[in-house]
């Protein structure tokens, strides 16, 4: 189903299941790349992104995202279900793609904006991812909490995405990295902003600047992930958390606005960084594009292996 948000957004109710911790009572469409479901229960919107030809954020889910924020802030972050209207207390990001919540930046775009020094296509892709990731950090200016649901190869981009939300939740087979410094670039759409504020500016740097890949039991070590829970647990902690949560919730979501007021976070500071980015971009050299060339074509093969299950 192919279908802009722009157009009518399709709104299809779905059957319950039984099982309390998993009932979706409706579902939203905004292309085949980004799909969401409301959990009546919970009153949580789960948002999954099944990108295409890659796992990676190509420009239209990132447009794709940018019509889900904006579907949130249109609906006050409430939803019609079936004539009652629920107020959203919950956001949750995860992904449709078995053992990959996503590879980051779209490389092989990258690639052909450097070589045509196209400033004005880089600075257009990063400012589009921090668009999106700027709403989920400030929770879509709503009373409501973000989380980020890891199943999965957490890289760059990805990374990134993840840590815009409140709380970071992966499943112990995740792994997480930036690989950009490995081709001579850094991270620019949020890592350094969301990483300082969360771990403070020398371990920020460290995982930025190192290049390896970490488990989720290292991420929970380093005080980066929130909670890591058995494999094909996550939605499950997920429930169970928001559950635990009900009677502070409201409490607990002014403390994640006095967090954000204390540790500010301007949209400025995430344009000036992408602009950093792209700087750096286009005075990359012909051997470091080769190691990004690489890179690029795993995320294809990652890609592919995903299509074939």
Not at 208 to 213: D, E, L, V
Request: with cysteine; net charge negative; hydrophobic share 40%.
């Amino acid at each position: 189903m192919n279908m802009n948000v722009s157009q009518a957004l399709l709104q299809v109710p779905v059957a319950s299941t039984g099982d309390q911790s998993t009932i979706h009572d409706v579902e939203f469409f905004f292309s085949e790349q980004l799909s969401a479901f409301f959990d009546k229960r919970l009153r949580a919107m789960w948002l999954r992104w099944n990108p295409s030809p890659r796992p990676n954020f190509n420009p239209r889910l990132l447009s794709d995202l940018d019509g889900y924020c904006r579907f949130l802030t249109r609906t006050g972050g409430s939803v019609d279900d079936h004539g009652e209207t629920i107020p959203l207390e919950y956001a949750i990001l995860a992904s449709r793609v078995p053992g990959v919540f996503n590879l980051g930046g779209d490389l092989a775009l990258f690639m052909q904006l450097i070589d045509r020094k196209d400033r004005a296509g880089l600075l257009e892709y990063g400012k589009s991812c921090i668009n999106v990731l700027y709403r989920n950090y400030i929770s879509h200016e709503l009373p409501i909490t973000t989380i980020s649901l890891v199943q999965g190869e957490c890289l760059g981009g990805g990374f990134e995405a993840a840590l815009s939300s409140d709380l970071l939740v992966a499943e112990r087979q995740a792994r997480f990295g930036f690989p950009e410094i490995l081709f001579n670039l850094f991270p620019g759409m949020g890592a350094y902003s969301f990483l300082e504020r969360r771990i403070g500016r020398r371990a920020a740097e460290e995982l930025i600047t190192c290049g390896k890949i970490y488990s989720a039991d290292d991420m929970l070590a380093r005080g980066v992930v929130d909670l890591v829970a058995e494999e094909g647990r996550g939605e499950a902690e997920i429930a169970a958390l928001i559950k635990a949560r009900h009677r502070s919730r409201n409490g607990l979501v002014g403390v994640a606005a006095a967090r954000r007021s204390v540790h500010k976070l301007d949209y400025d500071e995430l344009l000036s960084v992408v602009e950093a980015w792209v700087d750096t971009a286009l005075r990359l050299s012909i051997r470091d594009l080769k190691l990004m060339q690489r890179l690029a074509s795993r995320q294809d093969g990652l890609g592919e292996s995903q299509q074939l299950h």
